[in-house]
Structures are given as structure tokens and as C-alpha cells.
């Protein structure tokens, strides 16, 4: 088996921010996303609406990212392959919810993989902001798993684990995912706030990128690691 990751976090990031700055520089004559360039690593990076770096959570250096709405996101095709076929993974960063959502059915993606028209029923994962979806009477973070070599399955509540913390904004907070093929754990600062039995002998192939943003709720992220073990 083989492991993918992305780079070291203050690293990653640091690229990443440069990789956007460079995408919305030569966006701003253009209507359509720009692809940005960067490193190898970097290829397929696609930066889009209103994303901007910003001061991190060290309160002193630009390390985070910046998404003001549904139209700002960043997506990687490169690593949405790398999910693909993949039998665990380990999702988390620093997240901070700048405005809460007014109550809404819809969960808000922070971190996803799915197709471009359907940001608001993930096709296979999201780390979303959830607020009056699947009966939450506050805002908390949620992580969404399917099975899709179930063709009867979709992106629904059943498929989510909830965190029992309510989400205050205007704070960084640490959030992580993790699946070991078993179980799928949601953490927040490094507390695990749900844990359900998620069977799956692997995820499913696909070429569908990992998305940033792309969601209603203005959020900022920092330290994003996304690792995932393949086939």
C-alpha cells in the first residue's frame, strides 16, 4: 500500500497561499477560474472567487486562507485522485467560522469531494458546517461518508457523524476526521465529539476533486493535512 499526504502543514500552506495569490492575480481580467501553476504537488489547483490569505492563528503571519462565499473555493484534482481508492484517511485543520449560518437544510462544506454542480449533497465526503440540517438545533461540525459502490447510497444524514459541541465563531478550532476502514471518529481540539461504525473495505475510485469552500458560510483555514492510505 501506498501513502499519500500532503506536504508538512506550514509548509503545504505556504504554497498553497502563494499558489491562490497567483491564481486570483491572473484571474482578475478573467471571468473563468484560473489554473494555477506552482509545484508539482501543486498542479491542478484551482482558485476561484473571493479567496485571500490572511493572518493565521499564530495572529502574526498569513498562513490561512479566506472564503467569503459560495463562489470562493479552491479545488485540487490532484488530490481528490489521491483519495481515490483509498482504505483510511486523516482529515484536519484549523478552522474559523467568521459568521454562523442562519438555519438552513443545507450543510455547508468546509472540506469536500464532490462534483461541481452538487457542493450542497457531497458525492462521497464533506467536513461541513451544519445548522438546522439533520435536525440540529445549533451550528456543529459534521463529517459526511458514503458508500458509493452502494449505487442505492447518497450523501444523507444517516451518512454523517455529529459533533455533540456547538461551533462558536469568530475562534480557530482544531477539527480532524478520521477513518480507519472501521470506525469514523470526528474530533474537535483534539477531543473526540463522535465515533460511529463506518464499514468500508474502500473508497471508491474516482477522478471528482477535493474542494475547499464552496459553501455559503465566510470561514478561514490554516494547517490543512490531508492524508489518505491507498490500495
Request: aromatic fraction near 10%; charge should be neutral.
Amino acid at each position: 500500500m501506498k501513502k499519500f499526504k500532503f506536504l508538512s502543514p506550514k509548509f503545504a500552506f505556504a504554497l498553497l497561499v502563494a499558489v491562490v495569490v497567483f491564481g486570483l492575480s491572473c484571474s482578475v481580467k478573467k471571468t473563468t477560474p484560473t489554473v494555477a501553476g506552482g509545484t508539482s504537488e501543486e498542479t491542478n489547483t484551482l482558485a476561484h472567487g473571493a479567496v485571500s490569505s490572511v493572518v493565521g492563528r499564530d495572529g502574526q503571519s498569513k498562513t490561512a486562507l479566506s472564503f467569503k462565499n459560495s463562489n470562493s473555493y479552491i479545488a485540487s484534482s490532484e488530490y481528490g485522485g489521491k483519495f481515490s481508492v483509498a482504505v483510511s484517511f486523516d482529515i484536519s485543520a484549523w478552522i474559523k467560522i467568521e459568521n454562523l449560518p442562519q438555519k438552513s437544510a443545507q450543510p455547508h462544506n468546509l472540506i469536500g469531494k464532490f462534483s461541481a454542480d452538487s457542493s450542497a449533497v457531497p458525492s462521497e465526503f464533506s467536513l461541513a458546517l451544519l445548522n438546522g440540517a439533520c435536525g440540529t438545533e445549533e451550528p456543529v461540525f459534521a463529517f459526511f461518508l458514503t458508500d458509493l459502490t452502494d449505487e442505492t447510497s447518497s450523501i444523507a444524514c444517516e451518512h454523517a457523524v455529529l459533533s455533540k459541541k456547538p461551533v462558536k465563531a469568530g475562534s480557530w478550532i482544531f477539527v480532524e476526521a478520521k477513518w480507519d476502514g472501521h470506525y469514523l471518529t470526528l474530533y474537535q481540539d483534539g477531543v473526540a465529539t463522535a465515533k460511529e461504525e463506518r464499514i468500508l473495505a474502500v473508497l471508491p475510485y474516482s477522478k471528482l476533486p477535493v474542494y475547499l469552500g464552496k459553501s455559503k458560510v465566510p470561514f478561514a483555514i490554516d494547517g490543512l493535512s490531508l492524508n489518505a492510505e491507498a490500495l
